[in-house]
């Protein structure tokens, strides 16, 4: 049975899931590049063009 | 949720920001060519670069690089040399008329390290790059422009988070990146500030605390050279300044033969220098992986003597400055990192000025549909109308 609370959470998860993950990988980007070199810079890379990629899409689509 | 939590939220939101907003653009916008500050810097003053040599030239004695910068300025002292972080032939010899000068007396004479022979005298405190780069830090108010641009990031940061809360009831019933071109200009930047503020939260959030430990540099140093210098230095309470200090070149040999594999000197204070006290040579040494090559490690090396008196690692809180400047300024990853800063940069000022647009366009009627009308409490709890 589906409580209000479940409804609540899944509410609030659909909501925040895609901003979620931006903000994990952003950080996951932030800190690769400064532990090491190479590939760990081009894991910083995509990363950080995430959000960049992310408001590209939808700026752009009507 | 409720429709006064909700309203409680949007208060703290709106006056965070109507605060910090203007100070926010002119850090964002000046921090937009400072991003590139090591680039232009170069481009600006092409003699600061160590010619091309045969590689692998051994360096020269320290004491040569100092003599050299002394015999510009003879009757100055020297208060410390430093190595360029990207560099190692580039090293600055920095002078002053005395020990007990003001800090902007300070200037620097810049010297190839491998043959002693000196290139240029910059003046770092003039240019364009210069008055961009002390508005950033401090607005040209010293220390109290620094504290009050800090207190500014916290208000960030609280406009930050209570944005993060405010998204769930402004996106209850969107899809993900939806921009309501329909319905008007205001709805339209509305949708875009929620966007771009929610998908740059993390980086924001970072350069943002980062920014906000590097406005407390001065008292974190103070704090330092009260704490932990001092207590090195207690053995020498009282005792005069050598008469006679050995060579630079024997503090930096003493040092280099105590420290830890993988560290380097990044630069060396001499007896006087409020960084090591008036008896002893402080060689600051720092580690080579992006991460250590801020975290330093002060070897003070007794000028009479000539021996290492102490070398401890700095404190959590030094390290914790050290460790902000590069998160801060995005010069470790590369230059597509740098060119990444500045999108994120650009994206974070279209968040301000939509904010700013939105707050001087607001109307009764907006805020009425979201349910903060004084008029009667509407629960916006999730789910509830599902």
């Not at chain 2, 720092?286 to 008196?309: C, I, W």
Request: with cysteine; hydrophobic share 50%.
């Amino acid at each position: 049975m589906t409580t209000a609370k479940t409804r609540q959470a899944r509410s609030l998860w659909r909501v925040f899931s895609v901003p979620f993950w931006i903000a994990v990988t952003s950080s996951i980007g932030l800190v690769t590049a400064l532990v090491g070199d190479g590939l760990l810079d081009f894991i910083s890379w995509v990363c950080l063009a995430i959000p960049l990629v992310v408001s590209a899409r939808y700026l752009v689509s009507k | 949720m409720t429709a006064r939590t909700v309203r409680i939220w949007y208060k703290i939101h709106r006056w965070t920001s109507i605060v910090s907003t203007l100070f926010l653009l002119m850090l964002c916008i000046t921090g937009l060519p400072l991003v590139f500050h090591h680039e232009i810097q170069h481009y600006l003053h092409p003699e600061l670069e160590a010619p091309e040599m045969a590689p692998g030239m051994p360096p020269a004695p320290v004491a040569a690089v100092e003599a050299a910068a002394r015999a510009l300025h003879p009757t100055e002292v020297v208060q410390f040399l430093s190595w360029d972080e990207d560099d190692p032939n580039l090293m600055f010899v920095g002078m002053a008329p005395s020990h007990d000068a003001p800090l902007d007396a300070t200037h620097f004479v810049a010297v190839d390290a491998r043959t002693a022979a000196v290139l240029a005298e910059p003046n770092f405190n003039e240019g364009v790059m210069y008055v961009i780069r002390t508005l950033h830090v401090d607005m040209f108010a010293g220390i109290v422009g620094k504290l009050f641009l800090g207190v500014m990031g916290l208000l960030m940061i609280a406009a930050i988070v209570s944005g993060v809360v405010l998204y769930a009831p402004f996106m209850r019933r969107l899809d993900f990146g939806t921009i309501r071109h329909e319905r008007g200009r205001r709805t339209k930047w509305l949708d875009m500030h929620n966007l771009l503020g929610i998908v740059t939260v993390a980086w924001l959030t970072v350069v943002g605390v980062t920014g906000v430990i590097n406005t407390w540099v001065d008292p974190i140093i103070k704090i330092w050279q009260f704490g932990q210098l001092a207590d090195m230095l207690k053995p020498y309470e009282g005792k005069p300044a050598p008469a006679a200090p050995v060579s630079v070149d024997v503090a930096y040999t003493a040092a280099k033969a105590a420290a830890l594999p993988g560290n380097i000197p990044a630069f060396i204070t001499y007896p006087g220098s409020m960084f090591s006290g008036q008896h002893h040579f402080g060689v600051f040494l720092r580690g080579e992986t992006h991460l250590t090559t801020k975290l330093l490690t002060p070897a003070l090396v007794d000028a009479e003597t000539g021996r290492l008196s102490d070398m401890r690692r700095m404190p959590w809180y030094v390290d914790a400055l050290f460790v902000s400047q590069p998160l801060h300024f995005g010069d470790y990853g590369g230059l597509p990192m740098k060119i990444l800063w500045v999108l994120l940069d650009l994206i974070s000022i279209v968040v301000l000025v939509t904010g700013l647009y939105l707050f001087l366009t607001r109307r009764k009627t907006a805020e009425r549909q979201l349910g903060l009308a004084a008029d009667g409490e509407r629960a916006l709890s999730f789910g509830a109308a599902e």
